[in-house]
């Protein structure tokens, strides 16, 4: 019942005839692909009406990797989630660690910025995720429930069954180091859980939860077979077309 969602995270990598060339090579691949798998890519924020152009007419939905809470009004550099929805982008990261790391987006930014997301009805994907201290501390559950209940009190199940969440661990990012499938499984499962006590069962059921750090072609279906992983957020093997269609074909 929860359609399976994979996001290619380009991050700041490509400049911008390398996300042209990366879509276009994406659509026609695309083309020949029998998969139920819902896809979108985000790539930077100058590129995306191009990419959004280049992917017309393929099933690949566009994606942003931050906005700024605020609404429309003097905040030079920001760009709203009215902005991104007035381009027609269909979903914007939200919480992504390395926003929280290098840009300062503390848990109320968080929270703020899904509001904005929500506010436009722009599909946030919100990211959580432990630190390696924090996993070797044994703390990855009470910090996880801690970073969800931050972002997510105070929105109602409605608001709630709009979310897609991913659970991204810090050290498992860029590093190779992907998370052992029965690891992101418990994480996984403590989201939904929190999901179901916090706002309904049928909440629960619906959100999907992406896994997201060092997925490739090689370890997707180690993930997907999970019962609460329902698909994955993609940086590096995002940044491939070959790779990524791998990935979206996971059976
Ligand atoms: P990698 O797939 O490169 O580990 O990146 C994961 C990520 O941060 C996606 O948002």
């Not at 992406?210 to 993609?234: C, F, H, Q, W």
Request: glycine share 10%; proline share 4%.
């Amino acid at each position: 019942m929860r359609r399976p969602l994979v996001i290619g995270n380009w991050k700041m990598k490509l400049g911008l005839a390398q996300s042209l060339n990366l879509a276009r090579d994406l659509k026609r691949r695309v083309a020949s692909l029998h998969s139920e798998t819902e896809l979108m890519v985000c790539p930077s924020t100058p590129f995306l009406l191009p990419v959004m152009e280049a992917l017309q007419g393929s099933p690949i939905g566009v994606g942003a990797q931050d906005l700024v809470s605020q609404e429309p009004g003097a905040f030079t550099g920001g760009v709203s989630a009215e902005q991104l929805r007035e381009v027609g982008v269909s979903c914007c990261i939200i919480g992504h660690s390395e926003r929280r790391q290098f840009f300062g987006d503390t848990d109320e930014v968080v929270a703020a910025k899904l509001r904005a997301a929500l506010r436009v009805d722009l599909l946030p994907v919100v990211c959580f995720g432990e630190s390696e201290e924090t996993r070797l501390q044994g703390k990855t559950e009470t910090f996880i429930a801690g970073q969800i209940h931050a972002a997510l009190d105070g929105l109602d199940p409605v608001q709630v069954k709009r979310l897609v969440l991913a659970y991204e661990p810090i050290w498992a990012i860029g590093t190779g180091k992907s998370a052992m499938p029965d690891d992101a499984e418990a994480v996984h499962g403590l989201m939904r859980s929190i999901l179901q006590e916090s706002f309904s069962t049928e909440t629960a059921a619906s959100v999907r939860i992406l896994y997201g750090g060092s997925v490739t072609p090689a370890n997707i279906a180690s993930y997907m077979e999970r019962e609460d992983i329902d698909g994955a957020l993609v940086g590096g093997a995002s940044l491939e077309a070959e790779s990524f269609l791998q990935i979206v074909q996971f059976r």
